[in-house]
């Protein structure tokens, strides 16, 4: 095993940024983004260490497995958009969509 990626959300409030796994019942925030981040993964590895979370998701007990200095090297983040970030990204598509279908598809 080379590395655990692991999918997330992210989204910020007024005072604080709020991060969860998607595919794994783990969730945390921190005052930046950053924070949330490096919370989520810290949050995760925590969780796989659970014998009852390795017994529901068998990949868990590689990480669990290898030595504890390396582990957070070994979790990876995807999907780092926020919701936003997303539409912002799609927004030129969607301003062609409307111009030819005069309806918005976000």
Not at 4 to 29: A, G, H, M, N
Not at 71 to 84: A, D, E, G, K
Request: with cysteine.
């Amino acid at each position: 095993m080379d590395c655990l990626d692991i999918r997330y959300k992210i989204i910020k409030d007024e005072k604080l940024w709020f991060s969860e796994c998607l595919d794994y019942p783990v969730f945390t925030q921190g005052k930046t983004r950053g924070e949330a981040l490096e919370n989520l993964k810290e949050a995760f590895i925590l969780y796989a260490e659970d014998p009852d979370s390795q017994e529901r998701y068998h990949e868990l007990k590689r990480l669990a497995a290898i030595p504890a200095e390396t582990q957070l090297q070994r979790v990876m983040l995807s999907i780092p958009l926020s919701l936003p970030e997303i539409l912002r990204t799609y927004e030129p598509l969607a301003d062609f969509v409307r111009k030819g279908t005069g309806q918005n598809p976000l």
